[in-house]
């Protein structure tokens, strides 16, 4: 029944290593992003994702790699990770752009944790 | 949230009207949202306006919205307990690919 879920819901790493996040949607939208929330809880997007093409990609370091199979999924692959990196990630899913309401409907987050 | 600007704490009594503001730069957004964030979970929107309304409302909740000052607020009426949140206005940009947040107002409502 769920939207959006992503899994896992909490990640526990060591630096330097690569962890994927995996991301489905069931509401038949177009796109999906990737979004950081920090401790501060500022929300960034990261990626924008459009029937699997890249739309937006914010300046996030190339450790980065998000993917689309098809428009239902977006996973994000993280290479070598970083302290900084701590933060709890979002992914979320919109019907296209254009002048239509382009409402994000969000996952719960997976709240990752480098030590 | 660097283009989004909203004040980052409310506090008001139970009953109490809340109102949270916040300012947005891009004019050509289409589409402004407010999201509303429980702890431990993710967004949940709220309500929204299309760019050429000047008021929204919808039950307990009003939206305005000053498209010369770029300026949007969010009213809460009779504010309950159960409304202690996040807050975050949000503006559809880039052709409706990017949603930009403002850094989300805390909102604490005393018994």
């Known amino acids: 029944d769920t939207a959006v879920s992503q899994t896992p819901k909490y990640l526990v790493t060591q630096m330097g290593n690569d962890k994927s996040i995996k991301c489905e949607q069931n509401?038949?939208?177009?796109?999906m992003y990737w979004y950081k929330q920090d401790s501060k809880k500022f929300l960034k997007i990261m990626f924008s994702?459009?029937?699997?093409?890249?739309?937006i990609n914010e300046t996030v370091p190339n450790r980065f790699s998000p993917k689309s199979p098809d428009k239902a999924h977006l996973n994000l692959h993280i290479n070598s990770l970083e302290l900084g990196d701590s933060a709890v990630y979002f992914c979320?899913?919109?019907?296209?752009?254009?002048?239509?309401?382009?409402?994000?409907?969000f996952g719960q987050g997976t709240r990752l944790t480098v030590v | 949230g660097e283009d989004v600007e909203q004040s980052l704490f409310l506090s008001v009594r139970e009953g109490d009207s809340s109102v949270i503001n916040c300012t947005y730069t891009?004019?050509?957004?289409?589409?402004l949202y407010w999201y509303k964030q429980e702890p431990g979970a993710g967004l949940q929107l709220l309500t929204y306006?299309?760019?050429?309304?000047d008021m929204k409302q919808d039950q307990r909740l009003t939206v305005l919205l000053n498209k010369k000052d770029k300026h949007l607020s969010l009213r809460i009426a009779d504010t309950q307990t159960g409304d202690s949140a996040i807050y975050f206005c949000?503006?559809?940009?880039?052709?409706?690919?990017?949603?930009?947040f403002g850094a989300g107002t805390r909102l604490f409502v005393k018994a």
């Open positions: 979320a899913s919109s019907r296209g752009g254009g002048l239509q309401n382009t409402e994000a409907f």
């Open positions: 509401l038949g939208h177009d796109t």
């Open positions: 994702y459009n029937n699997k093409e890249l739309i």
């Open positions: 891009d004019s050509s957004s289409t589409y």
């Open positions: 306006i299309f760019s050429n309304m």
């Open positions: 949000a503006e559809s940009r880039t052709g409706g690919f990017k949603t930009i």
